[in-house]
């Protein structure tokens, strides 16, 4: 069994997690699947931000839990979800989640990200 390695940020690879301050609405082939004022701004080492929103404020009847996972050695295990539109239409693994997230990300259990190739994330 291999070890999987759990780092810390660092001043080479930092990360940050602040309120986003302002509404956020994702959309999904045009429907709005999330709205909230409450997302979390993850920004990491040279990546683009990304918003994380309270699974609460998500359209639970649209989500799809996949069998797909990830590891990221800054935060933990991530977990995914599909998002069926009102037509039918799946998109796959559009959402991913860290569940229980290492404690330098903590803020983030309890929310969700939105790739955005497969959604269309408003802020402001």
Request: hydrophobic share 30%; net charge negative.
């Amino acid at each position: 069994m291999s070890l999987r390695p759990h780092l810390q940020p660092s001043a080479r690879h930092p990360i940050t997690v602040s309120d986003t301050g302002r509404h956020v609405t994702v959309r999904v082939n045009g429907e709005v699947i999330a709205e909230t004022d409450g997302a979390l701004t993850l920004r990491e080492s040279t990546y683009p931000a990304v918003q994380y929103i309270p699974l609460s404020d998500v359209d639970s009847d649209r989500l799809r839990r996949t069998d797909t996972a990830t590891y990221c050695p800054y935060k933990g295990d991530a977990s995914y979800y599909s998002v069926v539109t009102s037509s039918g239409v799946t998109v796959e693994d559009t959402i991913w989640t860290y569940e229980q997230p290492y404690d330098a990300v903590a803020p983030i259990a309890g929310r969700v990200a939105f790739y955005s190739d497969k959604a269309q994330i408003t802020v402001g």
